[in-house]
């Protein structure tokens, strides 16, 4: 049951997290957004590293961490560049078959899944597909008027990077505290990231971006956090549930920016409503 209640946390966490992106990528661009959800997430962390303390690190720990690390930045640029040309509808679900590539790399690795929790996970992602896509966006892409397959190809390898930082992050969850495994992205984004821009002068921010990357900061943080706790009782099961978080952003949008659900986005968020259902049962 934690695996579910993590994967479910973070999907939110991470929603809100590409609700806000959507909007700070077409105002800073996708650096600056990146340097500075970066700088956000580094001081909501350190006081968890303080709390934790230094821990014991091998080899492996190390590699994992730098995995995790330099897997989510990675992601993050791409998927904020590609958000900048392309709609939430269409990258958003690629980007969510994130949880489908940890889980796989996961059951490679060793972990055990049963039958019928495979079968659910199954489900489960084919409604998160089906609750990303977005008709209106599709018609645009027929018509010419987005630049979709720029988008759609970073998206994707956004997807692959993402699914291999969560599976670092879960496997190093398993042994370190919670705040070690969010630390690295941080580290790595404000090193390799917002330092050189500042540096150089090129670090935007506006007024209207403020709320935008500190909301997006805080939630890739709060995100990676649940689902490290969650993948301590399944990386497979909280990876997969996690990467909803873009049929949850559909919903959003529709909410604050009253951009209209089809019918096959209220069937998909119906079907990852009613394999949750079931994967709870399960777990239980």
């Not at 968890?48 to 690390?69: H, I, K, M, R, S």
């Not at 992601?75 to 940890?102: D, M, N």
């Not at 920016?257 to 399960?282: C, D, K, M, N, P």
């Amino acid at each position: 049951m934690v695996a579910v209640l993590g994967g479910l946390g973070a999907a939110c966490a991470w929603a809100v997290a590409l609700v806000c992106s959507s909007r700070s990528t077409r105002l800073l661009g996708p650096w600056s957004v990146l340097a500075w959800v970066m700088l956000v997430g580094l001081a909501v962390t350190v006081p968890g590293l303080v709390v934790a303390g230094l821990p014991e690190l091998d080899a492996e720990a190390l590699a994992l961490l730098a995995v995790g690390g330099f897997g989510n930045v990675g992601g993050l640029l791409l998927l904020y560049t590609a958000l900048r040309t392309g709609k939430v509808g269409i990258v958003g679900p690629i980007v969510s078959t994130e949880g489908a590539i940890a889980a796989v790399v996961a059951i490679l690795a060793g972990e055990s899944v049963a039958a019928g929790t495979g079968a659910t996970l199954a489900l489960i992602v084919v409604g998160i597909v089906l609750a990303g896509i977005d008709r209106q966006a599709e018609a645009e892409v027929a018509g010419g008027s987005r630049p979709v397959g720029r988008a759609a190809l970073l998206a994707l390898a956004a997807a692959f990077a993402f699914g291999a930082g969560i599976y670092a992050t879960g496997r190093v969850g398993e042994e370190l505290p919670i705040a070690w495994a969010v630390l690295p992205a941080r580290l790595v984004g404000v090193v390799a990231v917002a330092i050189p821009l500042v540096l150089s002068s090129r670090l935007r921010l506006t007024r209207r971006a403020v709320p935008l990357v500190v909301a997006g900061g805080i939630a890739e943080v709060v995100g990676f956090a649940l689902f490290a706790l969650g993948a301590r009782d399944g990386i497979a099961v909280s990876a997969v549930l996690a990467s909803q978080f873009a049929g949850i952003a559909a919903v959003a949008a529709f909410v604050l920016f009253h951009e209209r659900l089809t019918r096959v986005q209220v069937a998909g968020a119906a079907t990852i409503a009613a394999g949750v259902a079931l994967l709870s049962w399960l777990q239980a």
